[in-house]
């Protein structure tokens, strides 16, 4: 085992992160230019102080962009989302049933809440929203965030289903009832099945083509006849036509009725 490896083991032994599965050479490029910068001596000093200090292993999260998210990530892409993808779905199935996964810090979950609450009010949707970091679910489970982090909800929206205080913004239970969260690694874990529609945006850009490939596969699998997968902005899906998708829009993949 080389350093490196070694780093990604107790990576996940002490800090409960699994970078196994996550393209090496760019890993290791952006570890080691914010290890320069931070005047870390080695990975073992690096793993040190970040099982010291909390505020360093955010700083690594951040640094990755591991975490980020936003509240209507990419607004287009929602508008499609909104206005042809949804519709067809509630046409088939009244009450969908959705997974976000590689939720985050809570940030889709709750966009998808007040998109479904608000256009769609008639059906019974359910979210399962997961992660493999224990960190961001529990700050996902809180929900809430910093005002400034808050700008992509709509007005109307923001007034419905957010109080404002002296902590910063809290979503409210009318947007997290829907909504369950739950532990997943997607490189581990058993895929949870049956769903309408999945997003999966902003999670596999570290993987490895032939990672990319079994994940896909799954989350094929992962849908019913006539499902949709939702990826993010710069993620095409090579031979998703090999899997069984077809392209229901630019960034839609859907599967066969059956
Ligand atoms: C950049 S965030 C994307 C959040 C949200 N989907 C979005 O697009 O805004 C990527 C998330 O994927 C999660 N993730 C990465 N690898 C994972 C894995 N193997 N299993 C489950 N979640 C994973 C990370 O913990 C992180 O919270």
């Known amino acids: 085992m080389?350093?490196?490896?070694?780093?990604?083991q107790d990576l996940d032994r002490y800090l409960?992160?699994?970078?196994?599965?996550?393209?090496?050479?760019q890993m290791e490029r952006r570890i080691n230019t914010l290890m320069r910068n931070l005047g870390m001596r080695d990975y073992?000093?690096?793993?040190?102080?970040?099982?010291?200090?909390?505020?360093?292993?955010?700083?690594?999260?951040?640094?990755?962009?591991?975490?980020?998210?936003?509240?209507?990530?990419?607004?287009?892409?929602?508008?499609?989302?909104?206005?042809?993808?949804?519709?067809?779905?509630?046409?088939?199935?009244?009450?969908?049933?959705v997974w976000s996964a590689g939720c985050s810090t809570g940030e889709e979950p709750y966009t998808l809440s007040m998109l479904l609450q608000e256009r769609f009010p008639a059906g019974r949707h359910s979210i399962l929203a997961t992660d493999f970091d224990e960190h961001v679910?529990?700050?996902?489970?809180?929900?809430?965030?910093?005002?400034?982090?808050?700008?992509?909800?709509?007005?109307?929206?923001?007034?419905?289903?957010?109080?404002?205080?002296?902590d910063?913004?809290?979503?409210?239970?009318?947007?997290?009832?829907?909504i369950t969260f739950r532990h997943q690694?997607?490189?581990r874990d058993r895929f949870p099945d049956n769903f309408d529609l999945i997003l999966c945006r902003n999670v596999v850009i570290y993987f490895t083509e032939e990672i990319k490939r079994v994940l896909y596969t799954n989350f094929?699998?992962?849908?019913?006849?006539?499902?949709?997968?939702?990826?993010?902005?710069?993620?095409?899906i090579m031979g998703a036509a090999e899997?069984?998708?077809?392209?229901?829009a630019v960034f839609f993949y859907g599967k066969p009725d059956k």
């Open 220 to 236: 094929f699998k992962a849908l019913r006849p006539g499902g949709v997968l939702f990826t993010g902005s710069t993620e095409q």
């Open 168 to 178: 910063g913004v809290q979503a409210k239970d009318s947007l997290k009832k829907i």
């Open 44 to 97: 073992d000093h690096f793993v040190e102080s970040m099982r010291k200090d909390k505020a360093i292993f955010e700083r690594f999260l951040d640094y990755m962009t591991i975490n980020v998210s936003e509240f209507f990530r990419n607004p287009t892409q929602w508008d499609v989302l909104e206005n042809k993808i949804v519709p067809e779905l509630i046409k088939k199935t009244p009450n969908l049933k």
């Open 137 to 166: 679910l529990a700050k996902a489970k809180a929900g809430l965030y910093a005002k400034k982090n808050t700008g992509g909800i709509p007005a109307p929206y923001y007034k419905k289903y957010f109080d404002e205080s002296a």
């Open 2 to 8: 080389d350093t490196y490896e070694k780093f990604v």
């Open 243 to 248: 899997i069984g998708f077809h392209s229901v």
């Open 185 to 187: 690694n997607l490189l």
């Open 16 to 25: 409960r992160l699994d970078l196994t599965g996550y393209k090496r050479p």
